[in-house]
């Protein structure tokens, strides 16, 4: 059973920085998606950003610059570092990792992201 378990979140001042992780337990066959997504306060859930199995990262625009995705060489964790955080960044962040399995579709918990002053 693939669990992911995420870490990170909090209240951060306007401008400020935090950096989300997400530990996968339990394999995955031939993981070619990584990513993280947000669902901000009555909106739908979006992309924020995602990391291919070689390695290439992607970024949603309204996070272009300010935000970071990594991982592991192993594939079991990815994080993001986000920076110079907006009040509109404030959502509950969820990891993903797609496998090469139809069934291969996880989801962390969610971590809630508040900016405020």
């Known amino acids: 059973q693939v669990q992911l378990v995420e870490s990170g979140g909090g209240l951060v001042q306007p401008g400020g920085s935090l950096r989300l992780s997400c530990a996968a337990s339990?394999?995955?066959?031939?993981?070619?998606?990584m990513g993280w997504y947000r669902q901000p306060p009555g909106k739908k859930r979006e992309l924020v950003a995602a990391?291919?199995?070689?390695?290439?990262?992607n970024y949603a625009d309204f996070v272009k610059g300010r935000f970071t995705i990594s991982r592991d060489n192993a594939k079991t964790t990815v994080d993001l570092q986000m920076n110079s955080l907006k009040p509109e960044d404030t959502a509950v962040y969820y990891c993903?990792?797609?496998?090469?399995?139809?069934?291969?579709?996880?989801w962390g918990q969610g971590t809630q992201v508040t900016v405020s002053s």
């Open positions: 339990g394999s995955i066959f031939s993981i070619y998606f």
């Open positions: 993903n990792f797609k496998g090469a399995l139809p069934h291969d579709n996880y």
């Open positions: 990391i291919t199995s070689g390695g290439t990262p």
